[in-house]
C-alpha cells in the first residue's frame, strides 16, 4: 500500500483544515488507518485512528476538535481539523495497518510521507 498525505498549510488559530490520505495499490478497507504527527525537536505522536469497521478514537489534544472518516471505494481517509491551535503545528502522517487497531506507530506497517500543517497565533 503506497499512502500520500495532502491538504496540509498555514492557517490562523481557531481555522480549520482537511487532511487527506489517499492509497494506490489496492482498497483501504481492509486497513486500520491512523494519524501521527510530528512537530519539531519532539517524538512523533498518535492523533487518531479509524478501524476498518469505522471506530475511531483520538488523542484528548485533539479529542472534540478532529474528526476521522474514510472512504473506501475512494481508498481514501481524511481528517478534519477544527479550532486548531498553534500547538498542532507539526507533520501530519497517515498510516495503515492490517492487524493491530491502536496508538502505537509499531502497530502500522505502511506510511505516508507526511504533510506540514503550520498554525499561526
Known amino acids: 500500500v503506497q499512502l500520500q498525505a495532502s491538504g496540509g498549510g498555514l492557517v490562523q488559530a481557531g481555522g480549520s483544515l482537511r487532511l487527506s490520505c489517499a492509497a494506490s495499490?489496492?482498497?483501504?478497507?481492509?486497513?486500520?488507518m491512523g494519524w501521527f504527527r510530528q512537530a519539531p525537536g519532539k517524538e512523533r505522536e498518535f492523533v487518531g485512528y479509524i478501524s476498518s469497521g469505522g471506530s475511531t478514537n483520538y488523542a484528548d489534544s485533539v479529542k472534540d476538535r478532529f474528526t476521522i472518516s474514510r472512504d473506501n471505494a475512494k481508498t481514501t481517509m481524511y481528517v478534519q481539523m477544527n479550532s486548531l491551535k498553534p500547538e498542532d503545528t507539526a507533520v501530519y502522517y497517515c498510516?495503515?495497518?492490517?492487524?493491530?487497531?491502536?496508538?502505537?506507530?509499531?502497530?502500522?506497517?505502511?506510511w505516508g510521507q507526511g504533510t506540514l500543517v503550520t498554525v499561526s497565533s
Open positions: 498510516a495503515a495497518g492490517r492487524y493491530y487497531v491502536s496508538g502505537r506507530s509499531g502497530d502500522y506497517e505502511y
Open positions: 495499490g489496492r482498497t483501504l478497507s481492509r486497513y486500520n
